[in-house]
């Protein structure tokens, strides 16, 4: 027999990984735009400027990387599934 929640978790990854491929113009201008703010931001606050810079390069590697794109679906899928129950 088939496994419904796997199922359901592996198409919520594909829907996933098809919405970030297409927001990923979008994402690149984002991330280009953080890491110009976080380049300026840790000449006066390292701390903040460095609390920036961690969402900037991830956006970054996730509108160059495809793999990025399908570990950040999957744990999406995962997160998005954890507590449903299907009886």
Do not use: C, Q
Not at 3 to 21: A, D, G, P, Q
Not at 26 to 49: D, E, M, Q, V
Not at 67 to 74: I, K, Q
Request: aromatic share 12%; glycine share 4%; proline share 2%.
């Amino acid at each position: 027999m088939f496994n419904r929640r796997r199922l359901r978790r592996e198409r919520l990854e594909i829907y996933l990984v098809h919405l970030i491929m297409a927001y990923r113009p979008l994402i690149l201008i984002t991330s280009l735009l953080l890491l110009a703010y976080a380049s300026f931001t840790l000449f006066k606050h390292l701390l903040a400027g460095s609390l920036v810079l961690v969402p900037a390069v991830f956006l970054l590697l996730l509108s160059n990387s495809y793999n990025v794109v399908l570990y950040t679906a999957r744990l999406g899928a995962w997160i998005g599934s954890l507590g449903r129950r299907d009886d």
